[in-house]
Every structure is written in structure tokens, then in C-alpha cells.
């Protein structure tokens, strides 16, 4: 079966200190990986994507995600965090092949501590 | 650019009661979903739109909601009757081409509340 897993649902952190958010995902076929961020009462915006090439993908605000396929990971970074990244961040995937519907994790809460 | 634009922002509604919402994507993009989003879980789709046609509604429970997309831009999507599990910020998006590839832009959603 083909699932996206972020395997923390909060994660708190100082500010100034670097972040790594996790997800997996289980998939026989091709995928292409998004990280999308929410802030409070606001619709999803997109961080990054992976679409194919290098496996290092930079973002905005900071963000970076490497796509380990042996893995099935495709783990958020931030070397030095700030209290304006306090968000909820959600990992999605599309399987490819026939119809590709994103699929998306139930999201990682980050709280920056000042 | 404009946004996604949304509407309303918040309703709280009784159970049985009809609710609609409505959603007016990005000029341009050919596809627009809609998106359910329970509190603590990410989103699931409901109902995909290419232009005025149906791609995918396999999620959307259809004995209560429906959806349409008049003329391939402005869509509404409805509960009648509404359930207490229907709680939940509803989300459109639109792309420019299919979502596989193409960045999905969100608008800020409809938060519903049924009691």
C-alpha cells in the first residue's frame, strides 16, 4: 500500500537551533515529495518540492530536505530556527503512474522556544 | 497575483442542517480540490476538478456532499444534511496543471463547526 508517515506529530525546539522534521513514505512506483508549511489559521503554502535530479532540495525561509531513496525519507532541516517558524508542517507525496493524487501526512507541529 | 479566494471563513451550523461553501481559484488554473482537514489529521481530498470535469471523487461521501465547478473556475461544494463528524476546515486549491508536479496554492479555508 502506498502511504506518507511524519512520525512526529509536535516537536519543540529553541530558537537558534537547528530542526529536522521526519517523514516516509511506502511506495512501489515513483514519487514526487512536497513539504507544505501552515501557519495558524492560514490555508497550506509550499516549502519545497522533489520532483527528480539532485536528491538536496532548498526551500524558502531557510528550509532544505534531502530525498533518500533507499530510504523512503524525506526528512525538513533548518540549521538555526526563529520564532516566526512556529507552524504546522505537513510532508506529501504523489505516486506516480495512472493518476497522481497527493497524498499528505497528518502534519508536524513545530514550536520554536524563545 | 490574487489567491485562492474562499468563503465564508467560519460557520457553525446545527446537525441536518445544509451548508455551502464556495471557492474561486487562481485565473487560470485548470485544476482546482477540495480538501477536508479534521483537526490533528492533514488533509484528505474530497473532489478533484480539471476544468469543469470530475477527476476524482473516490473520498467525497456522496449520500451528503456534492460539488461543481460552473464553467471551469468558481466551484461550491455542499453538506446537506450535515453530520457532527463534518467538523472541519475545508480547503480549496488550484494548480495550473495536474498536482502531481505542479505547486498546489491553497486558499485559507472555511473552518465549519456543527453542533
Known amino acids: 500500500a502506498q502511504s506518507v508517515t511524519q512520525l512526529d506529530s509536535q516537536v519543540p525546539v529553541f530558537e537558534e537551533a537547528p530542526v529536522e522534521l521526519r517523514c516516509n513514505y511506502s511506495?512501489?512506483?515513483?514519487?514526487?515529495l512536497f513539504w507544505y508549511v501552515q501557519y495558524p489559521n492560514q490555508g497550506l503554502q509550499l516549502l519545497l518540492k522533489?520532483?527528480?535530479?539532485?536528491?538536496l532540495v532548498k526551500g524558502i525561509n531557510g528550509f532544505e530536505a534531502e530525498f533518500n531513496k533507499s530510504q523512503t525519507s524525506f526528512h525538513l532541516r533548518k540549521p538555526s530556527v526563529h520564532i516566526s517558524d512556529t507552524a504546522e508542517y505537513f510532508c506529501a507525496v504523489t505516486f506516480s503512474g495512472g493518476y497522481q493524487k497527493v497524498t499528505f501526512g497528518i502534519g508536524t507541529k513545530l514550536q520554536v522556544i524563545p | 497575483e490574487a489567491g485562492v479566494a474562499q468563503s465564508p471563513r467560519y460557520k457553525i451550523i446545527e446537525k441536518r442542517q445544509s451548508v455551502a461553501f464556495w471557492c474561486n481559484p487562481i485565473?487560470?488554473?485548470?485544476?482546482l480540490y477540495w480538501y477536508q482537514q479534521i483537526l490533528g489529521q492533514g488533509p484528505k481530498l474530497l473532489i478533484q476538478f480539471q476544468n469543469n470535469g470530475v477527476v476524482d471523487d473516490s473520498q467525497l461521501p456522496k449520500d451528503r456532499f456534492s460539488a461543481e465547478r460552473l464553467k471551469g473556475v468558481d466551484s461550491t461544494l455542499k453538506i446537506q444534511p450535515a453530520k457532527l463528524e463534518d467538523s472541519a476546515v475545508y480547503l480549496c486549491a488550484s494548480s495550473l496543471g495536474q498536482v502531481g508536479k505542479t505547486e498546489a496554492f491553497f486558499g485559507q479555508g472555511t473552518r465549519l463547526t456543527v453542533v
Open positions: 511506495s512501489s512506483v515513483s514519487v514526487y
Open positions: 522533489y520532483l527528480s535530479g539532485s536528491t
Open positions: 485565473s487560470g488554473h485548470a485544476t
